[in-house]
């Protein structure tokens, strides 16, 4: 089974995937999380690079750094841990990609689409947990922390990442779970966990 958690950064997406990690484990799962990107000592310097404020990266250069990350990432962890029967979750997959290099910075849908797929060899999740806030929590968030590159971009940027999440899980209906990140994190606990084993019940 293949969960991904996404949002606009400091949505809880983060805290979401390590407490249903813990929930599952409890349960005897054998559960593997990762995020994106990162998850292999390659992918680790490529996120280095990618939210160093530091860096001037252009549009094109930005999103192959994250597929030559995530091609990494799918060929040697995530791939083969769901062959072993893992539960693996993910924090971002390629539906982040989607909405930062295609909404964000406008990017050729259909060319980001085609990177995505060649670099993850076809893999989907089967669940993807879309938790949305708006920009204002997100700016009263991100007072309490410093900010990475792609946290500096500008209102109307993120304005278009969080527009193509939202558009994404309306494209995807069948394994995209929008929730409210308003919610507490014991609420958005508690939905992630009835819809994880409302899946794991159909697949007996």
């Given at each position: 089974?293949f969960?991904?958690?996404e949002?606009i950064d400091l949505?809880?997406?983060t805290?979401q995937?390590?407490l249903?990690?813990k929930y599952l484990?409890?349960k005897?799962?054998?559960?593997i999380?990762?995020?994106?990107?990162?998850g292999t000592?390659?992918?680790?310097?490529?996120?280095h690079?990618?939210?160093d404020?530091?860096?001037?990266?252009?549009?094109?250069a930005?999103?192959f750094?994250?597929e030559a990350?995530r091609?990494?990432?799918?060929?040697?962890?995530?791939?083969?841990?769901?062959?072993?029967g893992?539960?693996?979750?993910c924090d971002r997959?390629?539906d982040?990609?989607i909405a930062y290099?295609?909404f964000?910075?406008?990017l050729p849908f259909?060319?980001?689409?085609?990177?995505n797929y060649?670099?993850?060899?076809?893999?989907t999740p089967?669940?993807?947990?879309?938790?949305?806030?708006?920009?204002d929590?997100l700016?009263?968030r991100a007072?309490?922390?410093a900010?990475?590159?792609?946290e500096?971009e500008?209102?109307?940027?993120?304005?278009?990442?969080?527009?193509?999440f939202?558009?994404?899980?309306?494209k995807?209906?069948?394994?995209f779970?929008?929730?409210?990140?308003s919610?507490t994190?014991?609420e958005?606990?508690k939905?992630?966990t009835?819809?994880?084993?409302?899946f794991?019940?159909?697949e007996?």
């Amino acid at each position: 089974m293949f969960i991904t958690f996404e949002g606009i950064d400091l949505a809880g997406k983060t805290t979401q995937a390590q407490l249903l990690a813990k929930y599952l484990i409890d349960k005897g799962k054998k559960v593997i999380t990762i995020r994106e990107p990162g998850g292999t000592q390659v992918a680790e310097k490529i996120r280095h690079i990618l939210l160093d404020p530091q860096n001037d990266l252009l549009p094109f250069a930005e999103l192959f750094l994250f597929e030559a990350a995530r091609a990494d990432l799918v060929n040697k962890v995530i791939k083969p841990s769901l062959a072993k029967g893992n539960v693996v979750i993910c924090d971002r997959f390629w539906d982040s990609t989607i909405a930062y290099q295609a909404f964000g910075r406008r990017l050729p849908f259909e060319f980001v689409e085609q990177c995505n797929y060649y670099a993850s060899e076809g893999l989907t999740p089967n669940l993807t947990f879309f938790i949305d806030i708006p920009l204002d929590v997100l700016y009263e968030r991100a007072k309490l922390k410093a900010k990475d590159r792609m946290e500096q971009e500008e209102s109307e940027f993120l304005q278009r990442v969080i527009n193509g999440f939202r558009t994404i899980a309306q494209k995807f209906p069948d394994r995209f779970i929008i929730i409210d990140g308003s919610k507490t994190i014991e609420e958005i606990h508690k939905i992630v966990t009835n819809y994880v084993e409302q899946f794991l019940e159909r697949e007996k």
